[in-house]
DNA sequence: ATTCCACGGGAATCGGTGGCAA
DNA sequence: TTGCCACCGATTCCCGTGGAAT
């Protein structure tokens, strides 16, 4: 049923922004002085998750550059250090990848050499990024401008000193959830373009939309699997009941992604809270100690200490696999979606 | 008031990799 | 080509913190 699968990726660009008008606008004008060779300003794109901040940016970009001379860079921050980002900007410029053993301060020094003219840096997920490090160093490169991307404006902001604030020339623009016929219309654009005419109506995208509550990639996984549904169950076009379902497979393969990016110890743990249905902190560990051994037996990797088992627990947090809740010893971690599995057999041991 | 427990920041350490000189 | 060294990211070690339990 589905014509054209690239428009449901995350990544898929539409021809046209709907609804966002006013922000790529105030977008392009922040971008504005690159046009002439000049630096541009520095901006904050903020809102919730899935609501299109990503998309907004890159989209906006790819109008700029292509009447323009201008460098661009996207950075997938979320975990990365500050030599990781500044590595990642000098991989998305022209010119080949420094050695993975420059030094942090060669790389710094390489990128203000390469930027020669004006240069957008897109620092994505840019929450936890040791951010007053990182943009010090990016603002000293002459020409180069940041658009930094999060969650949270105000706990991004609080951790910027005064000094750095006044260089960054920071502009801010928040994005917040599509309205039901807002996101209605940005479902029948992709349906269009994805799936044969007819196969859906306005009134069940109105539905999607409004399940969604306005987040623009819940709803566009959405659309697809109801369209996937439809495909496996025979029907000419998409029911009450392909869309019924369609949320939960939505979600789940949001999260399986998530979840298959991350390396060993991260799903390991996981599976451990997902079979536990939740555990208390002190349990957890219990259980991983007591299959550790089993488990990665054979797979040329070893257990991990507490710490490092925290490091990875706060990173399935930020994927929103799991939920912590409660203080000190009542922590307990709580799978957000039990349904979403990982290939690691932990049932038996236990 | 004290103990318990887990978190999470920071420094030290480990293992792997590329550059470079012999 | 080989052996050494600097460096990185990942991990561990150490420890201060703070709320609940006793």
């Known amino acids: 049923m589905i014509a054209d699968p690239a428009v ?5 660009l539409p021809r046209r922004l709907l609804h966002r008008e006013a922000a790529v606008d105030y977008l392009s004008r922040a971008w504005e002085p690159a046009l002439d060779g000049d630096q541009a300003h520095d901006v904050l794109i903020h809102g919730p998750s899935g609501v299109g901040k990503t998309s907004l940016a890159r989209f906006t970009l790819q109008k700029l550059t292509t009447h323009a001379d201008i460098y661009s860079a996207h950075v997938e921050s979320l975990g990365k250090t500050t030599a990781g980002v500044v590595r990642s900007v000098l991989h998305d410029l022209p010119g080949s990848d420094p050695a993975t053993n420059t030094p942090r301060e060669d790389l710094c020094i390489e990128l203000r050499e390469r930027v020669d003219q004006p240069t ?3 620092l994505d997920e840019a929450d936890d990024l040791p951010a007053t490090d990182i943009l010090d160093r990016l603002a000293d490169v002459e020409g180069l401008s940041i658009v930094a991307i999060c969650h949270d404006h105000e706990q991004w902001l609080s951790q ?9 020339l920071l502009k801010e623009l928040a994005l917040d959830r599509f309205g039901v016929n807002e996101l209605a219309d940005i479902l029948e654009a992709r349906a269009r373009r994805g799936l044969p005419s007819g196969v859906v109506t306005r009134e069940q995208l109105e539905t999607i939309a409004d399940e969604v509550a306005g987040v623009a990639r819940k709803g566009i996984q959405s659309l697809r699997q109801a369209s996937l549904l439809a495909e496996e169950r025979d029907h000419s076009e998409i029911g009450a009941d392909d869309v019924a379902d369609s949320y939960e497979r939505a979600q789940r393969y949001i999260l399986e992604q998530n979840l298959g990016s991350l390396p060993f110890h991260h799903q390991l743990l996981y599976e451990l809270i997902r079979v536990g249905g939740g555990l208390k902190a002190g349990e957890l560990h219990d259980r991983y100690e007591a299959v ?4 990665y037996r054979g797979r040329g990797l070893t257990p991990i200490s507490e710490r490092s088992r925290r490091l990875k627990l706060s990173k399935l947090e930020d994927y929103e696999l799991i939920e912590v809740e409660g203080k000190n010893r009542h922590r307990e971690y709580i799978p957000s979606y039990a349904c979403v599995k990982t290939s690691i057999e932990v049932n038996q041991i236990i």
């Open 160 to 168: 910027l000193d005064n000094q750095l604030r006044r260089r960054l």
């Open 8 to 12: 449901f990726d995350d990544e898929h």
């Open 120 to 122: 957008i840096v897109i």
């Open 292 to 295: 550790a051994d089993d488990v």
